[in-house]
């Protein structure tokens, strides 16, 4: 587990708080600890081919588990094992047990300093499959691996995890590297070991200098003691276009990756393993280069360019190179298919759902099927079909009053989008506003079809009003609205009485707690309720100009004039909200998104705002999710995960 400076640490660590979702974790990082497996109804082992893992190794061949094998080769943990601790006996003999006499015999020779040890000719897997219960792979390669080493027992192909950052700050790394928002970046990452395939990648990027000569290239990772990569930098003339950076902590390992424009994650020979680094380029919709050999072959053709090991490798990093960096165009549609595929495949939730249901299988006894181990994200509700609009008619014709006319005029936009998102009802099922204006409370019953309809105000706790709303053409509707204040008074309904609950317009409005009424929400929905939510967008393309040229970015940022004392009491906006942050809301409060769409939140359209766009894209800055309202539904799929997110309350 991390500090240890291993992908597989961080993979570790990534796995376990979501697999926590599923079973009872114990984490054992190290010999001091004693692991009794009598008190766990199966062991699991993250093993790697390196010193980090031999505490892993050694507790797997005493306690049989499930091993998790990153790559099909252990020979380099062996040495660590053996010749590190001068017990040379113990690798020979290790050899001959893998490979029989032709192993000894060049364990001999290597022990005389004849020859070094065969790493790639000799996996040294044979004692710990032999004393496994089961495996888990990443790739078709390494389960065939397996096999072929003659292991019967069950294998499960699971994805490596992907990370999917949010928040890289590409802008601010490349500010720390001296390079401006168009300068060409190339990245190397990870430990710089020669079969990563640097000395080729060095060769083709210097001929892609003479083509492009504002090009850079970073190298991020511990250098290899025995590649002499500086004096390599320097011979081909590189020392202005190349970096090298070093070992950087996780969080700058990552703004490096996300600076870069295209990345390579090159190596062979290879055996089997699977790259975290790529994983990751892959979740920040990087461009990536992979040698088309191992597990990486395996990757789909549209989400990395492959390049063929051997001859010609250097013209195809060259060739590759020189069309990401000739058309940007490419490498962020490259990059786009890449984080869409792991998005779709690899989601840590979905990646830990498959161990469990695998560890499940084995620790019972039964047969795996990975076909009924899809990940639960498959299983997401879908949906509604479209429906058609509530008519413009018959929202004006609930309009009886000049400033109702006025407010529909303005808002009528955002209101029949509300109600385009809102799912219908049943003549047995309940919906609750938030914020009733009567506006399109009626729409609730007579076009949406729930059976009671029920809104809140704010007001003093206790009390409810009786309105009656009759429209132009006659229709009358009733209503009970209950008056309490939303971030301070437990609502006063019972637990799962609500299928539905409108929130609009009314979040941005709380000044001291909203996950207070957000863990309100929850309650009052049954299982699998729905909460429909509008509010501002703060990240939209119109608050970025306003504060560009130094205007508040809110929109509702002014203070209230006092109100008279017959007057209700109106809540100024105290924070407006961007998407990611209410789906981090939505997340928190114990709901799972179906629907995060941005749109008109006034009826006047912005075309002055459009300047915006061309900058976000000069930047490769997000440019989806930037209209002026945002539009959210969300499921309650359990309780209030966190009732005070860190990145809300200080």
């Given at each position: 587990?991390?500090?240890?400076?291993?992908?597989?640490?961080?993979?570790?660590?990534?796995?376990?708080?979501?697999?926590?979702?599923?079973?009872?974790?114990?984490?054992f990082?190290?010999?001091?600890?004693?692991?009794?497996?009598?008190?766990?109804?199966?062991?699991?082992?993250?093993v790697?081919?390196?010193?980090?893992?031999?505490?892993?190794?050694?507790?797997?061949?005493?306690?049989?588990?499930?091993?998790?094998?990153?790559?099909a080769?252990?020979h380099?943990?062996?040495?660590d094992?053996?010749?590190?601790?001068?017990?040379?006996?113990?690798?020979?003999?290790?050899?001959?047990?893998?490979?029989?006499?032709?192993?000894?015999a060049?364990?001999?020779?290597?022990?005389?300093?004849?020859?070094?040890?065969?790493?790639?000719?000799?996996?040294?897997?044979?004692?710990?499959?032999?004393?496994?219960?089961a495996?888990?792979?990443?790739?078709?390669?390494?389960?065939?691996?397996?096999?072929?080493?003659?292991?019967?027992?069950?294998?499960?192909?699971?994805?490596?995890?992907a990370?999917?950052?949010?928040?890289?700050?590409?802008?601010?790394?490349?500010?720390?590297?001296?390079?401006?928002?168009?300068?060409?970046?190339?990245?190397?990452?990870?430990?710089?070991?020669p079969?990563?395939?640097?000395?080729?990648?060095?060769?083709?990027?210097?001929?892609?200098?003479?083509?492009?000569?504002?090009?850079?290239?970073?190298?991020?990772?511990?250098?290899?003691?025995?590649?002499?990569?500086?004096?390599?930098i320097?011979?081909?003339?590189?020392?202005?276009?190349?970096?090298?950076?070093?070992?950087?902590?996780?969080?700058?390992?990552?703004?490096?990756?996300?600076?870069c424009?295209?990345?390579?994650?090159?190596?062979?020979?290879?055996?089997?393993?699977?790259?975290?680094?790529?994983?990751r380029?892959?979740?920040?919709?990087?461009?990536v280069?992979?040698?088309?050999?191992?597990?990486?072959?395996?990757?789909p053709?549209?989400?990395?360019?492959?390049?063929?090991?051997?001859?010609?490798?250097e013209?195809?990093?060259?060739?590759?190179?020189?069309?990401?960096?000739?058309?940007?165009?490419?490498?962020?549609?490259?990059?786009?298919?890449?984080?869409?595929?792991?998005?779709r495949?690899?989601?840590?939730p979905?990646?830990?759902?498959?161990?469990?249901?695998?560890?499940?299988?084995?620790?019972?006894g039964?047969?795996y099927?990975?076909?009924?181990?899809?990940?639960?994200?498959?299983?997401?509700?879908q949906?509604?079909?479209?429906?058609?609009?509530?008519?413009e008619?018959?929202?004006?014709?609930?309009?009886?009053?000049?400033?109702?006319?006025?407010?529909?005029?303005?808002?009528?936009?955002?209101?029949?989008?509300?109600?385009?998102?809102?799912p219908?009802?049943?003549?047995?099922?309940?919906?609750?506003?938030?914020?009733?204006?009567?506006?399109?409370?009626?729409?609730?019953?007579?076009?949406?079809?729930?059976g009671?309809?029920?809104?809140?105000y704010?007001?003093?706790?206790?009390?409810?009003?009786?309105?009656?709303?009759?429209?132009?053409?006659?229709?009358?509707?009733?209503?009970?609205?209950?008056?309490?204040?939303?971030?301070?008074?437990?609502?006063?309904?019972?637990d799962g009485?609500?299928?539905?609950?409108?929130?609009?317009?009314?979040?941005?409005?709380?000044a001291e707690?909203?996950?207070?009424?957000?863990?309100?929400?929850?309650?009052?929905?049954?299982?699998?309720?729905?909460?429909?939510?509008t509010?501002?967008?703060?990240?939209?393309?119109?608050?970025?100009?306003?504060?560009?040229?130094?205007?508040h970015?809110?929109?509702?940022?002014?203070y209230?004039k006092p109100?008279?004392?017959?007057?209700?009491?109106?809540?100024?906006?105290?924070?407006?909200y961007?998407p990611?942050?209410?789906?981090l809301?939505?997340?928190d409060?114990?709901?799972?998104?179906?629907?995060?769409?941005?749109?008109?939140?006034?009826?006047?359209?912005?075309?002055?705002d459009?300047?915006?766009?061309?900058?976000?894209?000069?930047?490769?800055?997000?440019?989806?999710?930037?209209?002026?309202?945002?539009?959210?539904?969300?499921r309650?799929?359990?309780?209030?995960?966190?009732r005070?997110?860190?990145w809300?309350y200080?």
């Open positions: 587990m991390p500090p240890a400076k291993s992908g597989i640490a961080d993979y570790s660590a990534a796995l376990v708080p979501h697999l926590e979702r599923h079973a009872e974790i114990e984490v990082a190290e010999s001091s600890r004693p692991f009794d497996p009598r008190r766990h109804d199966i062991a699991l082992y993250q790697g081919n390196n010193e980090f893992h031999i505490h892993a190794y050694e507790t797997a061949l005493e306690h049989p588990g499930v091993v998790v094998l990153h790559e080769n252990l380099h943990l062996i040495c094992l053996t010749i590190r601790r001068q017990n040379w006996d113990g690798y020979v003999a290790e050899a001959e047990y893998n490979g029989g006499e032709a192993a000894r060049r364990a001999e020779r290597a022990r005389a300093l004849e020859a070094g040890p065969d790493y790639e000719g000799l996996p040294m897997l044979r004692r710990l499959l032999e004393r496994s219960r495996a888990i792979v990443h790739s078709e390669c390494v389960a065939g691996e397996l096999r072929k080493a003659g292991f019967s027992r069950p294998v499960a192909v699971i994805p490596h995890g990370w999917l950052p949010e928040d890289v700050d590409r802008m601010g790394y490349r500010q720390r590297l001296g390079l401006d928002e168009s300068t060409p970046l190339v990245g190397i990452f990870g430990f710089l070991k079969y990563k395939r640097i000395a080729e990648s060095l060769r083709a990027f210097r001929r892609l200098v003479r083509l492009a000569p504002e090009a850079k290239m970073i190298l991020v990772g511990e250098p290899h003691p025995d590649f002499p990569l500086a004096s390599l320097e011979t081909l003339g590189l020392e202005a276009h190349v970096r090298m950076l070093g070992f950087t902590p996780a969080e700058d390992f990552m703004g490096y990756l996300g600076a424009d295209a990345v390579l994650n090159l190596r062979y020979p290879t055996v089997g393993e699977s790259s975290g680094t790529l994983l380029a892959l979740g920040l919709g990087k461009a280069l992979v040698s088309d050999v191992g597990s990486f072959r395996e990757y053709d549209d989400i990395v360019l492959k390049v063929p090991a051997g001859a010609g490798e013209d195809f990093i060259f060739e590759y190179l020189d069309l990401l960096v000739s058309r940007p165009s490419a490498a962020r549609e490259l990059g786009k298919n890449a984080r869409a595929w792991v998005e495949e690899c989601s840590w979905s990646v830990a759902e498959r161990y469990a249901r695998f560890l499940e299988a084995v620790a019972r039964e047969t099927n990975p076909a009924a181990a899809k990940p639960a994200a498959v299983e997401k509700e949906p509604p079909p479209a429906r058609a609009p509530v008519p008619a018959y929202l004006k014709s609930w309009a009886v009053t000049e400033s109702s006319q006025t407010y529909l005029d303005i808002h009528l936009t955002r209101l029949r989008r509300t109600l385009e998102i809102t219908p009802g049943t003549a047995g099922e309940r919906i609750l506003e938030m914020g009733a204006y009567m506006q399109i409370t009626p729409a609730l019953h007579t076009r949406l079809g729930y009671e309809v029920r809104g809140c704010l007001g003093s706790r206790g009390r409810t009003d009786q309105k009656q709303a009759v429209s132009l053409d006659g229709e009358a509707f009733h209503c009970e609205i209950d008056l309490f204040n939303a971030e301070k008074d437990v609502f006063p309904y019972p009485h609500f299928s539905t609950v409108l929130c609009c317009e009314l979040i941005e409005h709380l707690d909203p996950m207070f009424l957000m863990s309100e929400v929850n309650r009052v929905l049954r299982p699998g309720g729905h909460l429909v939510l509010t501002p967008n703060i990240g939209s393309l119109h608050s970025i100009s306003a504060i560009l040229q130094g205007y970015p809110g929109f509702f940022p002014a209230l109100a008279g004392e017959d007057s209700e009491p109106e809540a100024r906006h105290n924070r407006e961007t990611k942050e209410i789906m809301l939505f997340l409060a114990g709901f799972e998104v179906t629907l995060l769409e941005t749109g008109p939140f006034r009826d006047a359209p912005r075309p002055e459009r300047w915006i766009e061309h900058l976000l894209e000069r930047y490769l800055l997000p440019l989806d999710l930037r209209g002026d309202g945002i539009y959210a539904v969300g309650k799929t359990g309780p209030v995960k966190q005070y997110p860190s809300l200080s």
